[in-house]
């Protein structure tokens, strides 16, 4: 399976277009931080890694991790991880209320990466 990775100006645009329909800064806080974050599924790609579960959380893990943006950023990475997930042929199942409580708990560190990887794998259709 050949893999669709995110475009280096996707999650902008996606964090300007959200923050559009929801309110708040548009601004990119570091770019380093958004580069080493989309960086990560590449990294992990190259280095044998073809689970895209596993590929999308490490977008969801990184942006919400490395905090790019000034304001937004958890709601930036799970858009971007169901782009990633939609770009590769699947869908992200999750409700509202279960991304919600997902994202606040990876936020607040009781949810590592793997655990996203396991969070993603459970909601997610594949092609």
């Known amino acids: 399976m050949t893999i669709t990775f995110i475009d280096a100006r996707l999650p902008e645009r996606i964090h300007a277009l959200l923050a559009a329909r929801f309110g708040?800064?548009?601004n990119l806080r570091d770019r380093g931080a958004l580069e080493s974050a989309l960086d990560r599924a590449r990294?992990?790609?190259a280095?044998?890694?073809t689970d895209?579960?596993?590929l999308a959380a490490s977008y969801l893990f990184g942006l919400t991790r490395n905090c790019p943006f000034t304001e937004g950023n958890r709601r930036t990475a799970?858009?971007?991880a169901a782009a990633f997930l939609a770009?590769?042929?699947c869908s992200l199942t999750a409700s509202d209320a279960e991304s919600y409580a997902f994202m606040m708990m990876l936020a607040a560190g009781e949810i590592d990466e793997d655990g996203?990887?396991?969070?993603l794998r459970d909601f997610t259709i594949p092609p």
Do not use: Q, T
Request: no cysteine.
């Open 24 to 26: 708040g800064d548009r």
């Open 43 to 45: 990294n992990k790609a």
């Open 47 to 49: 280095h044998g890694e």
């Open 52 to 54: 895209i579960a596993v």
């Open 78 to 80: 799970l858009v971007v």
């Open 87 to 89: 770009l590769n042929g």
């Open 116 to 119: 996203a990887a396991r969070f």
